[in-house]
Protein backbone atom coordinates (compact mmCIF):
# COMPACT_ATOMS: atom_id res chain seq x y z
CA UNK A 1 0.00 0.00 0.00
CA UNK A 2 0.98 3.82 -0.82
CA UNK A 3 1.82 5.42 3.10
CA UNK A 4 1.62 9.19 2.64
CA UNK A 5 2.61 11.41 5.92
CA UNK A 6 4.13 14.75 6.56
CA UNK A 7 7.42 14.13 7.96
CA UNK A 8 9.50 16.98 9.54
CA UNK A 9 6.94 19.28 7.37
CA UNK A 10 7.15 17.76 4.21
CA UNK A 11 4.98 15.11 2.62
CA UNK A 12 6.38 11.85 1.61
CA UNK A 13 5.17 8.89 0.45
CA UNK A 14 6.19 5.15 0.04
CA UNK A 15 4.76 1.82 -1.36
CA UNK A 16 5.02 -0.54 2.04
CA UNK A 17 3.73 -3.88 3.13
CA UNK A 18 0.85 -3.20 5.11
CA UNK A 19 1.90 -4.63 7.80
CA UNK A 20 5.15 -2.07 7.96
CA UNK A 21 5.59 -0.35 11.43
CA UNK A 22 6.43 3.72 11.16
CA UNK A 23 9.98 3.01 12.15
CA UNK A 24 10.48 0.68 9.79
CA UNK A 25 8.85 2.81 7.26
CA UNK A 26 10.85 5.51 8.16
CA UNK A 27 13.94 4.25 8.10
CA UNK A 28 13.64 1.91 5.57
CA UNK A 29 11.40 3.72 3.37
CA UNK A 30 12.52 6.96 3.74
CA UNK A 31 16.00 6.69 4.81
CA UNK A 32 15.94 8.53 8.07
CA UNK A 33 17.96 6.49 10.49
CA UNK A 34 18.19 8.83 13.50
CA UNK A 35 15.39 6.88 15.28
CA UNK A 36 16.52 3.31 16.17
CA UNK A 37 15.39 -0.24 16.20
CA UNK A 38 16.17 -1.63 18.92
CA UNK A 39 13.92 -3.67 20.78
CA UNK A 40 10.62 -3.42 18.44
CA UNK A 41 8.08 -4.01 21.23
CA UNK A 42 8.09 -0.85 22.80
CA UNK A 43 10.16 -1.64 26.06
CA UNK A 44 13.52 0.89 24.84
CA UNK A 45 11.78 3.98 23.78
CA UNK A 46 15.09 4.29 20.80
CA UNK A 47 12.57 4.88 18.06
CA UNK A 48 10.84 7.53 20.16
CA UNK A 49 9.26 10.28 17.41
CA UNK A 50 5.95 12.55 17.67
CA UNK A 51 2.90 11.10 16.08
CA UNK A 52 0.54 14.34 15.51
CA UNK A 53 2.84 15.57 18.37
CA UNK A 54 2.28 12.95 20.35
CA UNK A 55 5.50 11.03 21.56
CA UNK A 56 5.26 7.53 20.48
CA UNK A 57 7.18 4.43 20.42
CA UNK A 58 7.00 4.52 16.16
CA UNK A 59 8.12 0.13 16.25
CA UNK A 60 4.18 0.12 17.96
CA UNK A 61 2.62 2.17 15.41
CA UNK A 62 1.69 0.42 11.98
CA UNK A 63 2.63 3.00 9.10
CA UNK A 64 -0.55 3.11 7.59
CA UNK A 65 -1.64 4.14 10.94
CA UNK A 66 0.57 7.76 10.02
CA UNK A 67 -1.18 7.78 6.72
CA UNK A 68 -2.28 11.48 6.02
CA UNK A 69 -0.67 12.50 9.34
CA UNK A 70 1.92 14.45 10.82
CA UNK A 71 5.15 12.62 11.81
CA UNK A 72 8.48 14.09 13.96
CA UNK A 73 11.86 12.84 13.89
CA UNK A 74 14.82 13.60 15.73
CA UNK A 75 15.76 14.83 12.64
CA UNK A 76 14.06 18.23 13.11
CA UNK A 77 15.90 19.14 16.16
CA UNK A 78 18.79 19.98 14.31
CA UNK A 79 19.10 23.66 12.69
CA UNK A 80 21.82 23.22 9.77
CA UNK A 81 25.00 22.14 11.30
CA UNK A 82 23.73 23.26 14.87
CA UNK A 83 22.71 20.95 17.77
CA UNK A 84 19.46 21.25 19.55
CA UNK A 85 20.79 22.52 23.18
CA UNK A 86 19.20 19.68 24.35
CA UNK A 87 22.07 17.44 22.11
CA UNK A 88 24.89 19.91 22.94
CA UNK A 89 23.73 19.44 26.86
CA UNK A 90 23.78 15.33 26.22
CA UNK A 91 27.17 16.06 24.65
CA UNK A 92 28.66 18.67 27.77
CA UNK A 93 27.28 16.44 30.34
CA UNK A 94 28.39 13.36 29.43
CA UNK A 95 25.17 11.35 28.49
CA UNK A 96 26.39 10.11 25.08
CA UNK A 97 27.99 6.96 25.93
CA UNK A 98 27.80 4.09 23.02
CA UNK A 99 24.88 7.09 21.38
CA UNK A 100 22.45 4.10 20.51
CA UNK A 101 19.58 5.21 22.60
CA UNK A 102 19.88 9.13 22.57
CA UNK A 103 18.16 10.23 19.56
CA UNK A 104 15.06 8.83 21.52
CA UNK A 105 16.00 10.02 24.66
CA UNK A 106 16.88 13.31 22.80
CA UNK A 107 12.90 13.38 21.47
CA UNK A 108 11.79 11.90 24.85
CA UNK A 109 13.35 15.05 26.53
CA UNK A 110 12.72 17.60 23.90
CA UNK A 111 8.86 16.51 24.43
CA UNK A 112 9.24 16.86 28.27
CA UNK A 113 10.71 20.19 28.10
CA UNK A 114 7.68 21.38 26.01
CA UNK A 115 5.20 20.23 28.26
CA UNK A 116 7.16 21.34 31.56
CA UNK A 117 10.09 23.75 31.39
CA UNK A 118 11.44 23.02 34.73
CA UNK A 119 10.43 19.49 35.60
CA UNK A 120 11.58 18.07 38.76
CA UNK A 121 14.23 15.79 39.07
CA UNK A 122 11.22 12.61 39.67
CA UNK A 123 9.45 14.13 36.72
CA UNK A 124 12.28 13.59 34.66
CA UNK A 125 13.13 10.04 35.63
CA UNK A 126 9.61 9.74 35.23
CA UNK A 127 8.83 11.12 31.60
CA UNK A 128 12.14 9.03 30.95
CA UNK A 129 11.02 5.83 31.95
CA UNK A 130 10.09 4.64 29.20
CA UNK A 131 13.55 4.93 27.60
CA UNK A 132 16.18 2.68 28.19
CA UNK A 133 20.40 3.30 28.12
CA UNK A 134 22.90 0.32 29.05
CA UNK A 135 26.03 2.86 29.12
CA UNK A 136 25.68 5.62 31.61
CA UNK A 137 23.43 4.64 34.20
CA UNK A 138 20.95 7.32 33.80
CA UNK A 139 22.68 10.14 36.03
CA UNK A 140 24.73 11.75 33.68
CA UNK A 141 21.42 11.86 31.11
CA UNK A 142 18.99 13.53 34.07
CA UNK A 143 22.01 16.21 34.47
CA UNK A 144 22.00 16.68 30.88
CA UNK A 145 18.45 17.26 31.31
CA UNK A 146 18.38 19.98 33.68
CA UNK A 147 21.26 21.67 31.71
CA UNK A 148 18.93 21.77 28.68
CA UNK A 149 15.89 22.57 30.61
CA UNK A 150 18.02 25.79 32.18
CA UNK A 151 19.67 27.01 28.51
CA UNK A 152 16.31 26.58 26.55
CA UNK A 153 15.01 29.21 29.93
CA UNK A 154 17.57 31.37 29.32
CA UNK A 155 16.32 31.38 26.02
CA UNK A 156 19.06 29.38 24.29
CA UNK B 1 -2.39 -8.18 4.33
CA UNK B 2 -4.99 -5.22 4.27
CA UNK B 3 -5.14 -2.64 6.50
CA UNK B 4 -8.70 -0.68 6.92
CA UNK B 5 -8.67 3.01 7.11
CA UNK B 6 -12.66 4.05 8.32
CA UNK B 7 -12.99 7.27 9.30
CA UNK B 8 -16.57 6.66 11.33
CA UNK B 9 -17.57 4.15 14.39
CA UNK B 10 -19.68 3.41 11.46
CA UNK B 11 -17.89 2.78 8.34
CA UNK B 12 -15.66 1.11 11.03
CA UNK B 13 -19.06 -1.21 12.07
CA UNK B 14 -19.76 -1.85 8.13
CA UNK B 15 -16.03 -2.94 7.51
CA UNK B 16 -15.73 -5.21 11.01
CA UNK B 17 -19.27 -6.87 9.53
CA UNK B 18 -18.32 -7.42 5.75
CA UNK B 19 -14.57 -8.63 6.99
CA UNK B 20 -15.01 -10.23 10.71
CA UNK B 21 -11.36 -11.70 10.24
CA UNK B 22 -10.46 -8.26 10.17
CA UNK B 23 -8.16 -7.67 13.93
CA UNK B 24 -8.72 -4.29 15.31
CA UNK B 25 -5.91 -2.19 16.39
CA UNK B 26 -5.73 1.24 18.02
CA UNK B 27 -2.71 2.27 20.29
CA UNK B 28 -0.84 -0.85 19.09
CA UNK B 29 1.17 -1.92 22.19
CA UNK B 30 0.19 -5.00 22.08
CA UNK B 31 -0.83 -6.21 18.60
CA UNK B 32 2.56 -4.31 16.86
CA UNK B 33 4.58 -6.22 18.91
CA UNK B 34 3.05 -9.68 17.97
CA UNK B 35 3.62 -7.67 14.39
CA UNK B 36 6.63 -7.07 14.42
CA UNK B 37 7.77 -10.39 15.87
CA UNK B 38 5.85 -12.45 13.27
CA UNK B 39 3.18 -14.26 15.25
CA UNK B 40 0.38 -12.28 13.68
CA UNK B 41 -0.35 -12.08 10.16
CA UNK B 42 -4.21 -11.39 10.21
CA UNK B 43 -5.41 -11.24 6.60
CA UNK B 44 -6.52 -7.97 7.35
CA UNK B 45 -5.77 -5.07 10.33
CA UNK B 46 -9.27 -2.97 11.00
CA UNK B 47 -7.01 0.84 12.53
CA UNK B 48 -9.64 2.35 15.01
CA UNK B 49 -7.38 5.41 15.49
CA UNK B 50 -9.59 7.56 13.65
CA UNK B 51 -12.60 6.94 14.76
CA UNK B 52 -13.43 9.80 17.14
CA UNK B 53 -16.71 8.54 18.50
CA UNK B 54 -14.31 5.82 20.64
CA UNK B 55 -11.87 8.24 21.91
CA UNK B 56 -14.77 10.22 24.19
CA UNK B 57 -15.58 9.55 28.22
CA UNK B 58 -18.48 10.89 29.86
CA UNK B 59 -20.61 10.91 32.46
CA UNK B 60 -24.74 10.22 32.32
CA UNK B 61 -27.51 9.59 34.75
CA UNK B 62 -25.02 8.48 37.27
CA UNK B 63 -22.57 5.96 35.21
CA UNK B 64 -19.33 6.86 33.20
CA UNK B 65 -18.76 5.31 29.93
CA UNK B 66 -15.09 5.41 28.85
CA UNK B 67 -14.72 4.82 25.38
CA UNK B 68 -12.12 2.25 24.38
CA UNK B 69 -10.03 4.44 22.11
CA UNK B 70 -9.70 6.52 25.43
CA UNK B 71 -5.54 5.88 26.20
CA UNK B 72 -3.92 6.16 29.22
CA UNK B 73 -2.35 9.56 29.07
CA UNK B 74 -6.05 10.73 28.96
CA UNK B 75 -7.00 9.24 31.57
CA UNK B 76 -4.41 10.81 33.80
CA UNK B 77 -4.84 14.30 32.27
CA UNK B 78 -8.74 13.96 32.05
CA UNK B 79 -9.94 12.15 35.02
CA UNK B 80 -8.59 12.78 38.08
CA UNK B 81 -11.86 11.90 40.47
CA UNK B 82 -10.74 8.13 39.13
CA UNK B 83 -8.51 7.30 41.62
CA UNK B 84 -8.03 3.81 41.08
CA UNK B 85 -8.63 4.15 37.55
CA UNK B 86 -5.82 7.27 37.37
CA UNK B 87 -3.35 5.18 39.30
CA UNK B 88 -3.86 1.99 37.07
CA UNK B 89 -3.70 4.19 34.25
CA UNK B 90 -0.46 5.85 35.08
CA UNK B 91 1.21 2.77 35.98
CA UNK B 92 1.10 1.22 32.50
CA UNK B 93 4.45 1.42 30.73
CA UNK B 94 5.59 4.44 29.79
CA UNK B 95 4.44 8.02 28.46
CA UNK B 96 5.02 6.65 25.25
CA UNK B 97 3.35 3.56 25.72
CA UNK B 98 0.37 5.73 28.20
CA UNK B 99 -0.13 8.15 24.70
CA UNK B 100 -1.14 5.10 22.36
CA UNK B 101 -2.19 2.19 24.88
CA UNK B 102 -6.37 2.35 25.33
CA UNK B 103 -9.01 0.43 27.47
CA UNK B 104 -10.42 -0.94 24.94
CA UNK B 105 -6.92 -2.27 23.81
CA UNK B 106 -6.50 -3.76 27.86
CA UNK B 107 -10.51 -5.30 26.91
CA UNK B 108 -9.40 -6.93 23.39
CA UNK B 109 -6.17 -8.07 24.49
CA UNK B 110 -8.04 -9.53 28.09
CA UNK B 111 -4.45 -10.61 29.51
CA UNK B 112 -4.73 -11.11 33.30
CA UNK B 113 -2.26 -8.13 33.58
CA UNK B 114 -4.54 -5.99 32.10
CA UNK B 115 -3.80 -2.80 34.43
CA UNK B 116 -7.26 -1.28 33.86
CA UNK B 117 -9.27 -4.43 33.76
CA UNK B 118 -8.87 -5.06 38.05
CA UNK B 119 -10.29 -1.64 38.37
CA UNK B 120 -13.13 -2.45 35.81
CA UNK B 121 -14.01 -5.17 37.60
CA UNK B 122 -14.03 -3.63 41.04
CA UNK B 123 -15.98 -0.84 39.34
CA UNK B 124 -18.51 -4.09 38.29
CA UNK B 125 -18.24 -2.38 34.79
CA UNK B 126 -20.37 -3.54 31.69
CA UNK B 127 -18.24 -3.91 28.58
CA UNK B 128 -20.23 -2.23 25.75
CA UNK B 129 -20.53 -3.93 22.25
CA UNK B 130 -21.54 -3.38 19.28
CA UNK B 131 -22.24 -4.53 15.80
CA UNK B 132 -23.55 -3.73 12.63
CA UNK B 133 -26.79 -5.77 12.38
CA UNK B 134 -27.57 -6.63 15.68
CA UNK B 135 -26.29 -3.10 17.09
CA UNK B 136 -25.38 -2.72 20.83
CA UNK B 137 -24.87 -4.63 23.61
CA UNK B 138 -23.05 -4.70 27.35
CA UNK B 139 -21.88 -8.05 29.26
CA UNK B 140 -20.84 -7.87 32.53
CA UNK B 141 -16.49 -7.47 32.69
CA UNK B 142 -16.45 -11.41 33.63
CA UNK B 143 -19.12 -12.58 31.14
CA UNK B 144 -16.76 -10.46 28.90
CA UNK B 145 -13.49 -11.86 30.20
CA UNK B 146 -13.84 -15.69 29.85
CA UNK B 147 -10.29 -17.05 30.04
CA UNK B 148 -6.47 -16.16 29.21
CA UNK B 149 -6.34 -13.56 26.24
CA UNK B 150 -10.10 -14.99 25.79
CA UNK B 151 -12.94 -12.89 25.43
CA UNK B 152 -17.04 -13.11 24.41
CA UNK B 153 -17.04 -10.81 21.70
CA UNK B 154 -18.99 -12.03 18.37
CA UNK B 155 -16.64 -11.65 14.83
CA UNK B 156 -18.93 -9.05 13.88
CA UNK B 157 -18.36 -6.78 16.96
CA UNK B 158 -16.43 -3.60 17.57
CA UNK B 159 -15.45 -2.74 21.50
CA UNK B 160 -17.22 0.74 22.14
CA UNK B 161 -16.19 1.35 26.18
CA UNK B 162 -16.93 0.06 29.40
CA UNK B 163 -19.80 1.97 31.56
CA UNK B 164 -20.40 1.45 35.35
CA UNK B 165 -22.18 3.01 38.51
CA UNK B 166 -20.32 6.29 39.90
CA UNK B 167 -19.23 4.63 43.19
CA UNK B 168 -19.14 7.06 46.21
CA UNK B 169 -16.43 6.29 48.14
CA UNK B 170 -12.48 5.68 48.43
CA UNK B 171 -10.24 3.09 46.44
CA UNK B 172 -6.69 2.22 45.27
CA UNK B 173 -4.90 0.79 42.65
CA UNK B 174 -1.55 -1.40 43.07
CA UNK B 175 0.77 -3.62 41.50
CA UNK B 176 4.07 -5.23 42.46
CA UNK B 177 6.55 -5.16 39.86
CA UNK B 178 10.71 -5.11 39.32
CA UNK B 179 10.22 -1.03 38.54
CA UNK B 180 8.18 1.15 38.62
CA UNK B 181 7.88 1.74 34.99
CA UNK B 182 7.67 -0.87 31.56
CA UNK B 183 6.49 -3.42 33.91
CA UNK B 184 4.05 -6.39 33.43
CA UNK B 185 2.27 -6.73 37.00
CA UNK B 186 3.24 -9.56 39.10
CA UNK B 187 0.23 -8.96 40.99
CA UNK B 188 -2.37 -6.13 40.85
CA UNK B 189 -5.46 -5.47 43.00
CA UNK B 190 -8.01 -2.70 43.02
CA UNK B 191 -10.03 -1.86 46.19
CA UNK B 192 -13.15 0.19 46.37
CA UNK B 193 -15.56 1.31 49.13
CA UNK B 194 -18.96 1.89 47.55
CA UNK B 195 -20.99 3.73 50.27
CA UNK B 196 -23.97 3.47 49.11
CA UNK B 197 -24.33 -0.09 48.75
CA UNK B 198 -22.24 -0.50 51.75
CA UNK B 199 -20.01 -3.07 50.28
CA UNK B 200 -16.07 -2.92 49.23
CA UNK B 201 -15.05 -4.17 46.22
CA UNK B 202 -11.80 -6.05 45.75
CA UNK B 203 -10.35 -7.41 42.04
CA UNK B 204 -6.60 -9.21 41.97
CA UNK B 205 -5.08 -9.09 38.07
CA UNK B 206 -2.23 -11.39 37.25
CA UNK B 207 -3.13 -13.84 39.79
CA UNK B 208 -5.30 -16.01 37.76
CA UNK B 209 -6.30 -17.12 34.35
CA UNK B 210 -8.15 -13.88 34.28
CA UNK B 211 -9.41 -11.08 36.74
CA UNK B 212 -10.70 -12.37 40.25
CA UNK B 213 -12.70 -10.89 42.32
CA UNK B 214 -11.97 -11.62 46.16
CA UNK B 215 -16.00 -11.99 47.17
CA UNK B 216 -15.30 -13.84 50.91
CA UNK B 217 -12.75 -11.38 51.48
CA UNK B 218 -15.50 -8.90 49.93
CA UNK B 219 -18.50 -9.92 52.56
CA UNK B 220 -15.55 -10.17 55.55
CA UNK B 221 -14.59 -6.26 55.62
CA UNK B 222 -18.33 -5.26 54.71
CA UNK B 223 -19.70 -6.85 57.88
CA UNK B 224 -16.39 -5.92 60.11
CA UNK B 225 -17.81 -2.56 59.10
CA UNK B 226 -21.63 -2.70 59.82
CA UNK B 227 -20.53 -4.49 63.58
CA UNK B 228 -18.44 -1.76 64.24
CA UNK B 229 -21.01 1.20 63.12
CA UNK B 230 -18.27 2.50 60.77
CA UNK B 231 -21.11 2.57 57.74
CA UNK B 232 -23.04 5.19 59.70
CA UNK B 233 -20.32 6.75 61.90
CA UNK B 234 -16.56 7.02 60.07
CA UNK B 235 -14.91 7.61 63.68
CA UNK B 236 -16.55 4.19 65.15
CA UNK B 237 -13.99 1.98 66.73
CA UNK B 238 -12.84 -0.74 64.51
CA UNK B 239 -11.74 -4.32 65.96
CA UNK B 240 -8.66 -4.45 63.73
CA UNK B 241 -8.72 -8.10 64.39
CA UNK B 242 -10.39 -8.94 60.69
CA UNK B 243 -7.66 -6.94 58.92
CA UNK B 244 -5.21 -9.93 58.70
CA UNK B 245 -8.23 -12.32 58.15
CA UNK B 246 -9.26 -10.05 55.33
CA UNK B 247 -5.69 -10.21 53.96
CA UNK B 248 -5.85 -13.88 53.77
CA UNK B 249 -8.86 -14.22 52.46
CA UNK B 250 -7.46 -11.85 49.58
CA UNK B 251 -4.54 -14.52 49.04
CA UNK B 252 -6.77 -17.25 49.33
CA UNK B 253 -8.76 -15.76 46.34
CA UNK B 254 -5.57 -15.65 43.67
CA UNK B 255 -5.32 -18.88 41.73
CA UNK B 256 -1.36 -18.14 40.56
CA UNK B 257 0.76 -20.04 38.71
CA UNK B 258 4.77 -19.95 38.84
CA UNK B 259 5.86 -18.30 35.65
CA UNK B 260 9.17 -16.02 34.46
CA UNK B 261 8.23 -13.30 36.29
CA UNK B 262 7.42 -14.93 39.81
CA UNK B 263 5.78 -17.56 41.58
CA UNK B 264 3.15 -18.64 42.78
CA UNK B 265 3.88 -17.81 46.44
CA UNK B 266 5.15 -14.81 45.82
CA UNK B 267 2.30 -13.99 43.95
CA UNK B 268 -0.30 -14.56 46.77
CA UNK B 269 2.06 -13.42 49.31
CA UNK B 270 1.56 -9.90 47.44
CA UNK B 271 -1.84 -10.34 47.23
CA UNK B 272 -1.89 -10.74 50.81
CA UNK B 273 0.34 -6.85 51.12
CA UNK B 274 -1.47 -5.56 48.82
CA UNK B 275 -4.68 -6.64 50.27
CA UNK B 276 -3.69 -5.05 53.66
CA UNK B 277 -2.36 -1.39 52.08
CA UNK B 278 -5.08 -0.89 50.40
CA UNK B 279 -7.79 -1.42 52.85
CA UNK B 280 -5.63 0.76 55.02
CA UNK B 281 -5.42 3.46 52.71
CA UNK B 282 -9.02 3.48 52.24
CA UNK B 283 -10.24 3.70 55.63
CA UNK B 284 -7.06 6.85 55.92
CA UNK B 285 -8.80 8.37 53.24
CA UNK B 286 -11.99 7.84 55.13
CA UNK B 287 -10.35 9.78 57.99
CA UNK B 288 -10.87 6.93 60.56
CA UNK B 289 -7.71 6.79 63.62
CA UNK B 290 -5.01 4.86 62.51
CA UNK B 291 -5.40 1.42 64.08
CA UNK B 292 -2.83 -0.74 62.79
Redesign the interface.
Known amino acids: ?1 VVRTRVNGDWREAEV ?3 T ?1 LLVFLREALGLYGSKNAC ?4 C ?1 SC ?1 VWLDG ?4 S ?4 A ?2 A ?1 EREVRTVESLIDGDKLHPIQEAFLEAGAVQCGFCTPGFVV ?1 VA ?1 LLQQDPDPSPVTVR ?2 L ?3 ICRCTGYQKIVDAVELAAARLRAGA | MEVLLPHSLDEALAMKAERPEAVPLNGGTDLMVDLNFGRLRPPAMLDLNRVAELTEWREENGHVFLGSGVTYTTIVREMPEFKPLVQAARSVGSPQIRNRGTVGGNLGTASPAGDALPVLAAYDAQVMLQSRTRGERSLPWNAFLTGPKKTAIAPDELIIGARWRRLRGPGSFSKIGTRNAMVIAVAGLCLVIDEERRRVNVALGSVGPTILRATQAEERVAAALTTSGTWDDRSAPLNEQWADEFAELVAGAAQPLDDVRGTAAYRRHGCRVLARRAIGWALAEWRLPAWW
Open positions: MWPGSEQGEGSTLVCCLVLAQHADEASGN
